[in-house]
Nanobody, 120 residues
């Protein structure tokens, strides 16, 4: 059972920055040898959507609305991912969830979520 621990959410004004962190624990193998890690978000009344993810070979994918503003990175040894969020806008307000998609084991894990609130 993989556990994902998130940190770094909070409240900022529009144009500000935040950095989210997520570290996986209790995994017997490297997360990145089994799949990918990333971030999703869910705003009030909306469906959960991809923010960014990073896969085994280091390739990244971003949601259209965050391209050019958010950057995902990782620490392979720690099984950790980070999300640097710049130029935050009110529409970025949501609960952000860390995700570990262990595709080779057909298992997916979610963190508990961290709130990001951006005021205008």
């Amino acid at each position: 059972q993989v556990q994902l621990e998130e940190s770094g959410g909070g409240s900022v004004q529009a144009g500000g920055s935040l950095r989210l962190s997520c570290e996986a624990s209790r995994s017997s193998r490297s997360i990145f040898s089994l799949g990918s890690m990333g971030w999703y978000r869910q705003a009030l009344g909306k469906e959960r959507e991809l923010v960014a993810k990073i896969i085994a070979n280091g390739s990244t994918a971003y949601g259209d609305s965050v391209k050019g503003r958010f950057t995902i990175s990782r620490h392979k040894v720690k099984d950790a991912v980070y999300l640097q969020m710049n130029n935050l806008q009110p529409e970025d307000t949501a609960i952000y969830y860390c995700n570990a998609d262990l595709s080779r084991l057909s298992r997916t894990y979610w963190g508990q979520g961290t709130q990001v609130t951006v005021s205008s």
